[in-house]
């Protein structure tokens, strides 16, 4: 799969975002993957805007920690 370097950076960046929103208690080890993999499943079909990649991840996020913990 390749995508643009804007595609790259948006998802970098929605990846921050995200994870800036994670409560430090909630960090839990393989979180940041876990939401880049999610962001990479988004952009792999069709959603590119950073919103969209951000609330993406965001409706998973609870799940991801939930598997993780």
Do not use: N, W
Request: net charge negative; proline share 3%; glycine share 4%.
């Amino acid at each position: 799969m390749k995508h643009s370097s804007e595609l790259i950076q948006t998802m970098r960046d929605a990846l921050e975002a995200v994870m800036a929103t994670v409560p430090a208690a909630q960090s839990v080890p393989g979180l940041k993957a876990a939401v880049a993999q999610c962001i990479l499943q988004a952009a792999a079909h069709g959603q590119t805007s950073f919103d969209g990649l951000v609330a993406s991840a965001s409706d998973q996020l609870q799940t991801i920690i939930s598997m993780l913990s």
